[in-house]
């Protein structure tokens, strides 16, 4: 009777040290069932600093292996891509959880899908290598047709005079082209005077003679700098290169209203009988 008792004493004392073990590590995870590719939600709790969480294929090989830490909690979590590492058969497995001296774990049951043999570790991901030279074949031609875009009013342009003109400018293009610092390079031709004062009688006096100030977009009181100010503005705007509509005879009256107006002598001439108009 004694004995009885005593053994009956002894399982009181030994069931709550019993328990205490047993929850010294839980584990869960979400489903029992996953496919190719989807999230393992693992979760649990633990008394101890770290946690070891593997998974087992249906042959018991490790297809995962990872470490955690519990929180201030005891609680640990992680999500593991179902297939990733090379997951090659259908079947159950196993996800185990080590912590300390307990070994706990729970069954799932995973379906590779019909590819039995993943060319990688998750073959919704993987590009063959002739899907990488098509891809890099179309991007090539989409480069080529956005450049062609781009510069189709450079290949579609015909040729003017300044093409066939040689200036310094188009040797060295960080040269301001349109006017090399007002030099004797104009753009279709030398700025050296061909005009005589004589000429501008005779254009009176047949009412052909052209008001320069007018042409520049200028007054008759504008000062020299504003005359080379404005015909800078007025060659680049109407350069071949900035204004494929431009004209030639445009360009042509600037420039001759630029040569009168820039010359102190003619335009001192030129003022006389603009003064008449």
Request: with cysteine; hydrophobic share 35%.
């Amino acid at each position: 009777m004694k004995t009885i008792y005593f053994v009956f004493l002894l399982f009181i004392l030994l069931l709550p040290v019993t328990n205490a073990f047993a929850d010294e590590l839980t584990l869960n995870i979400d489903k029992t069932i996953y496919e190719k590719s989807d999230f393992i939600s693992v979760w649990g709790s633990s008394e101890f600093d770290s946690v070891f969480i593997s998974i087992k294929d249906s042959d018991g090989n490790n297809v995962w292996n990872e470490s955690l830490n519990p929180d201030d909690e005891n609680n640990f979590s992680t999500l593991i891509i179902a297939g990733i590492g090379g997951w090659q058969k259908s079947g159950n497995y196993l996800v185990v959880a080590e912590s300390g001296t307990s070994i706990i774990d729970t069954k799932f049951f995973y379906n590779s899908g019909a590819q039995v043999n993943p060319p990688s570790a998750v073959s919704d991901y993987y590009v063959s290598p002739d899907d990488l030279y098509l891809t890099f074949a179309i991007a090539i031609i989409i480069v080529a047709g956005i450049f062609v875009y781009l510069a189709r009013h450079i290949i579609l342009r015909k040729k003017t005079s300044y093409d066939y003109v040689k200036l310094d400018s188009k040797k060295n293009r960080d040269y301001e082209k349109y006017h090399s610092e007002w030099s004797e390079e104009e753009l279709f031709g030398s700025h050296k005077s061909n005009t005589e004062a004589k000429e501008f009688r005779e254009m009176y006096n047949d009412n052909s003679l052209p008001n320069y100030y007018l042409v520049l977009g200028l007054t008759n009181d504008s000062s020299y700098m504003e005359i080379k100010n404005q015909y800078r503005k007025l060659a680049k705007q109407y350069h071949p290169d900035r204004n494929k509509d431009s004209s030639e005879e445009k360009m042509a009256q600037i420039n001759k209203a630029y040569e009168v107006l820039s010359d102190k002598k003619l335009k001192a001439e030129y003022d006389k009988f603009c003064k008449l108009l």
